[in-house]
């Protein structure tokens, strides 16, 4: 079964400066999907980026980029210029590219934006 | 485009009761899924919709069972509510079966006491 690893419970980081969330999975699949969610207080999760298996470049959206580690099975979530929009929880989900729609989800890393 | 709605957005109710929830999914979109989630368990998936069927299910008791409707609006339900139900309830719609992103709703959060 796969699996997904948030190691960081909780991060906080000053605004304007650049954090990164962790996360590693497990999966025997080769062709996969990797995203980030976000999960803001009372709201709605969001797809903040994802990444497709098969693609070397890692993906960018913005101040978001990730750093997607095939071999070492590690996708990580780099924010730039963090802002007092971006406190949330951010969660980490892997799909594999045929059969479910079925995310299976890190536990989460809670965010916090320091002014 | 309207995005993902869920009815109702909150809900109390007591142990042994059932519940019905409801998603609407972006319209045109044709795939439906839920999701559970609790502080301890986190997010995990409890079915898939696409098409009026039923295409996977997570590992979930019998008591929690879904469908889905002509027009890819669905429902899920839960008979003899247990305290550990109480959960916020997630769905996610998305294009198709092959379409990779998945779109969330709001939620239903649902206490059982």
């Known amino acids: 079964a796969q699996t997904v690893t948030q190691s960081q419970p909780e991060m906080s980081v000053q605004e304007a400066e650049t954090v990164t969330l962790s996360c590693t999975y497990d999966?025997?699949?080769?062709?996969?999907?990797l995203f980030w969610y976000k999960q803001p207080p009372s709201r709605q999760m969001i797809l903040v980026i994802r990444?497709?298996?098969?693609?070397?470049q890692n993906a960018t959206e913005n101040r978001f980029s990730v750093n997607f580690q095939k071999a070492a099975k590690s996708f990580s979530l780099k924010i730039s210029d963090s802002q007092l929009g971006d406190a949330a929880m951010y969660f980490c989900?892997?799909?594999?590219?045929?059969?479910?729609?079925?995310?299976?989800f890190g536990q989460g890393t809670r965010l916090t934006i320091n002014p | 485009k309207a995005g993902v709605t869920q009815t109702p957005r909150y809900l109390i109710k007591t142990r042994g009761q059932q519940v019905t929830l409801s998603c609407s999914p972006i319209?045109?979109?044709?795939?439906v899924s839920w999701y559970q989630q609790t502080p301890g368990q986190g997010l995990q998936f409890l079915f898939e919709?696409?098409?009026?069927?039923?295409?996977n299910k997570g590992n979930f008791p019998g008591r929690f069972s879904g469908r889905q409707f002509s027009n890819s609006r669905s429902e899920m339900n839960v008979s003899t509510l247990e305290l550990g139900d109480s959960a916020l309830y997630l769905c996610?719609?998305?294009?198709?079966?092959?379409?990779?992103?998945?779109?969330f709703g709001p939620g239903t959060r649902l206490t059982v006491l």
């Open positions: 996610a719609s998305s294009p198709g079966v092959s379409t990779v992103t998945q779109y």
């Open positions: 989900a892997y799909r594999p590219s045929q059969g479910a729609q079925k995310l299976v």
């Open positions: 999966t025997s699949e080769s062709d996969y999907y």
């Open positions: 919709y696409f098409s009026e069927t039923q295409r």
């Open positions: 990444q497709e298996a098969y693609k070397q």
């Open positions: 319209s045109g979109h044709r795939s």
